[in-house]
């Protein structure tokens, strides 16, 4: 049966309904038609024979229905201009971090800066920084051996030389030269708030990398913050990727330990996201 571009990105769109949005089904369609088809949205104007349609694309489709992300389906996704392998190992790198990323990277536009990036996930944000600033020493650290080899299977593929090390946070201080920049995007989702998300996150993303205790939704803020003291340069900056409901929070948390210039930031959609800050004192590390 002969069928347009259109009648079956329209048709198989209509089978996401249940799990999402019309634009955000649409979207997922295209991508999905594109990879399996080998073709852009725009080259695929053309007829189509249902019955020579790949395989593939029937199986990822069958999944694409039960909520699974995407990007897990094909095993990559963007990230600020970049392709990212991804793994159920991983989170799914999304724009919020896109914007805590290029805060840093139109903030600190010196050479050789010194950074470390915790809770390094796909790498994205290490890696994004050692190939946009100036000649960066960049780090990673993650407690999942799963995440690392993720995200050094990025570093290798995207040519960028940063050192991935395994480090639990909560417990351990890693061995570093002084720091310029600590940044994260720990943990920060309260399990109280796990039946109010998308069943795709809650279902297929690694709970490791999202969940905290009710009783102490800041404990990996709490923790890097500490240790950056004894990590950061005097001049150390910290930036946090933060759930928007707990912004005064982690602001009165840094300021309780000392740091200076505690800033708030919202993102694109006006959702607090960002906290920003910098040290005080003497480096720890001479």
């Not at 050692?130 to 993650?142: A, Q, R, S, T, W």
């Amino acid at each position: 049966m002969s069928i347009s571009y259109q009648e079956l990105s329209r048709k198989m769109a209509k089978e996401l309904l249940p799990h999402y949005s019309e634009v955000e089904a649409a979207t997922l369609v295209d991508w999905l038609l594109e990879h399996h088809l080998g073709m852009r949205r725009v080259d695929m104007m053309h007829f189509l024979e249902e019955k020579d349609l790949p395989k593939d694309l029937k199986t990822d489709f069958d999944r694409l229905k039960t909520g699974e992300p995407i990007q897990y389906i094909l095993g990559h996704g963007p990230f600020y201009g970049r392709d990212f392998k991804v793994s159920p190992d991983t989170l799914i790198p999304r724009n919020e971090t896109e914007e805590l990323v290029h805060l840093i990277i139109k903030e600190n536009p010196q050479a050789e800066l010194v950074i470390l990036d915790v809770g390094t996930g796909t790498g994205c944000i290490p890696i994004t920084l050692k190939l946009e600033l100036n000649n960066p020493k960049v780090f990673g650290l993650d407690v999942s051996e799963e995440a690392l080899a993720v995200s050094i299977e990025n570093a290798n593929t995207l040519h960028a030389e940063v050192k991935f090390l395994k480090c639990d946070i909560l417990k351990e201080i890693p061995d570093l030269p002084p720091l310029d920049i600590i940044v994260s995007n720990p943990p920060y989702i309260p399990l109280k708030e796990k039946t109010e998300m998308h069943r795709n996150v809650v279902d297929f993303e690694p709970e490791l990398a999202l969940f905290v205790p009710n009783e102490d939704p800041l404990i990996f803020y709490k923790e890097i913050a500490e240790k950056g003291k004894k990590l950061l340069k005097s001049t150390g900056k910290i930036y946090f990727e933060i759930n928007e409901r707990l912004g005064p929070l982690v602001v009165e948390l840094l300021q309780t330990l000392d740091y200076q210039k505690v800033r708030l930031i919202k993102d694109l959609n006006g959702k607090d996201r960002i906290v920003a800050a910098q040290i005080t004192g003497q480096s720890a590390k001479a």
